[in-house]
């Protein structure tokens, strides 16, 4: 299992500003991955973080919008660049424990419930 | 690629009443099948898992089992209550990637 402490777990921003959001695991853990859950949806995975290398982005999201770092294997940013109001969400940082080959369960955050004015 | 159907919400429920949420999927290999819940305002956490094929998952008084033959893994549980009002989304995981179902809403009324 792991524990996962994102923070802030709210913020309200401003309009063409940038946030960071960090994710720190209790443990060593290989697969890091952002989420994003709009009001009413469900989740969509926007990149895996890798660590010591450029993050893995899902179609539609791009590094520049969604800067991603891995600096060691407990902990990730992720930063919602010049954010708009489309950009509120709820971000969730999750870890699949293990070797995370394939069919392991996901460990998820609290999350970061963002509101952009 | 990998998918997740899921039953669309909302579901409403008195208490006590027998729940399905259905759940279908499609993908290669052999995924590992969840359900996650999550509670109003806060994150996810997992209910119940199966890794292969015929096994139940259970938690809680839910259960789900993993049928290969129909590619479902439908949620049940045979008496709500009002503490499992929440989000209940499906996934499956696959390759180093899970991928989640659009969820269902359930609210159980007293």
């Known amino acids: 299992s792991a524990v996962i402490s994102q923070k802030p777990s709210r913020d309200i921003c401003q309009r063409g500003t940038s946030l960071t959001i960090q994710c720190q695991v209790d443990?060593?853990?290989?697969?890091m991955f952002w989420y994003r859950q709009q009001p009413g949806q469900s989740l969509t995975l926007i990149a895996t973080?890798?660590?010591?290398?450029?993050?893995?982005?899902e179609s539609g999201f791009v590094i520049d919008k969604f800067p991603i770092s891995r600096p060691n294997l407990t902990f990730s940013t992720l930063t919602v660049s010049n954010m708009s109001p489309e950009d509120s969400s709820i971000y969730l940082c999750?870890?699949?424990?293990?070797?995370?080959?394939?069919?392991?369960?996901?460990?998820f955050g609290e999350g970061s419930r963002l509101t952009v004015l | 690629g990998d998918s997740v159907t899921q039953m669309e919400g909302p579901v409403t429920l008195s208490e006590e009443a027998f729940l399905t949420i259905n759940c279908t999927y499609t993908?290669?290999?052999?995924?590992?099948l969840f359900w996650y819940v999550q509670y109003p305002g806060e994150g996810l956490q997992l209910l119940l898992k199966?890794?292969?094929?015929?096994d139940k998952g259970s938690n809680k008084g839910f259960e789900a089992t993993y049928r290969k033959e129909t590619t479902s893994f439908h949620l049940e549980k045979g008496s709500v209550q009002v503490s499992d009002s929440a989000v209940y989304f499906c996934?499956?995981?696959?390759?180093?990637?899970?991928?989640f179902g659009t969820g269902t809403k359930l609210q159980v009324i007293p």
């Open positions: 993908a290669t290999g052999y995924p590992s």
């Open positions: 973080a890798n660590q010591g290398s450029e993050a893995t982005y």
């Open positions: 996934a499956l995981g696959g390759y180093q990637k899970v991928t």
């Open positions: 199966a890794t292969k094929a015929d």
């Open positions: 443990s060593q853990v290989t697969m």
């Open positions: 999750s870890v699949l424990p293990g070797q995370g080959s394939s069919g392991g369960e996901l460990f």
